[in-house]
């Protein structure tokens, strides 16, 4: 009788607990902590008072709250739908024309200076570009008033009529590189006998680039305007930067308004309250993006 071979136990979920506590601690508790004070009264100091829904009630009626979202759906555009557009166009134009007429080398450095400004700090990032924005001395006016063009200066991060605008240039800068990346990354997998078939029947550049390269990029596209998305509505560190919500609010994001409230206003409830809402808003986002993503890969 042959002695049974032992078998060694699944060990598999031990290597799981570091990670799983250290979400716990660092995720889930201080979430949920978030919650709570967001049914409460709170300045930050003593113990809370229960208000239950007040918070919310009074963050469905503030105005200022409404305009700060507003305000975050542009830097959708700046950040995910911007970027996405010019960086298919770059990535195609990367990989068709110049990997093909200058080589492989060329293509990477120019990758990489397209990638650039999402390895920088955004403090870093920021201070350089409100240095570039300034209105006594900066970059660009100075670069305006240097070709005959001084009349069109302005004060691009204190006039209210620019100042949103201004952020969102900066935010496409910084984003541009990251769906370079990934799209050119996507490129590398489609046949290339499906652009050489298209080529033989005389299609042009921009037709193969609709017809061929856009559909075998659809993954990509999904993965790109989901963390882009999310991205954007999160942003903090370029509005507290460039502008600190100002002027007159008018650069206010939810994330911004819900840290002058929780810290400077010390009215952490209500702060609470505006950041609950936006991370339930985010996960549902990312749930509807993560479901139309599965059924498009199940349709393929």
């Known amino acids: 009788m042959t002695a049974r071979r032992h ?29 709570y004070y967001s049914f409460t009264n709170w300045q930050g100091v003593g113990s809370p008072s229960w208000a239950g829904l007040a918070n919310y009630r009074q963050l469905m009626k503030d105005s200022q709250f409404w305009q700060s979202f507003q305000h975050s759906l542009a830097m959708v555009v700046a950040m995910a739908v911007v970027p996405t557009v010019i960086g298919l166009v770059v990535a195609a134009a990367l990989f068709d024309f110049v990997a093909k007429h200058f080589g492989s080398k060329l293509v990477a ?10 390895v920088l700090p955004i403090t870093v990032a920021g201070i350089v570009w409100s240095w570039i924005l300034a209105p006594e001395n900066g970059s660009l006016n100075e670069l305006l008033k240097a070709v005959g063009l001084g009349g069109l200066r302005q004060d691009w991060l204190g006039d209210p009529h620019f100042a949103l605008y201004s952020v969102m240039a900066v935010m496409v800068w910084v984003q541009l590189g990251f769906p370079v990346v990934i799209f050119m990354s996507g490129l590398q997998r489609v046949d290339p006998a499906l652009h050489e078939a298209a080529e033989l029947d005389g299609t042009s550049w921009w037709q193969r680039f609709w017809h061929v390269t856009l ?6 596209i999904y993965v790109v305007m989901l963390w882009c998305t999310i991205a954007a509505l999160k942003v903090f560190g370029a509005v507290y930067v460039l502008t600190k919500g100002g002027p007159a609010d008018a650069t206010d994001v939810p994330s911004y308004f819900s840290f002058a409230t929780f810290f ?21 986002l990312t749930v509807v993006g993560l479901s139309f993503q599965t059924r498009a890969e199940d349709a393929r």
């Open 7 to 35: 078998q060694p136990a699944n060990t598999y979920p031990l290597y799981l607990i570091p990670g799983a506590v250290a979400f716990l601690a660092v995720i889930v508790y201080p979430f949920a902590l978030n919650v």
């Open 109 to 118: 450095v120019l990758r990489a200076c397209f990638y650039l400004p999402q």
């Open 215 to 220: 559909p075998q990029l659809r993954p990509e």
């Open 264 to 284: 400077e206003k010390t009215q952490v409830g209500y702060g609470s309250a505006i950041a609950t809402v936006m991370t339930v808003l985010i996960l549902a």
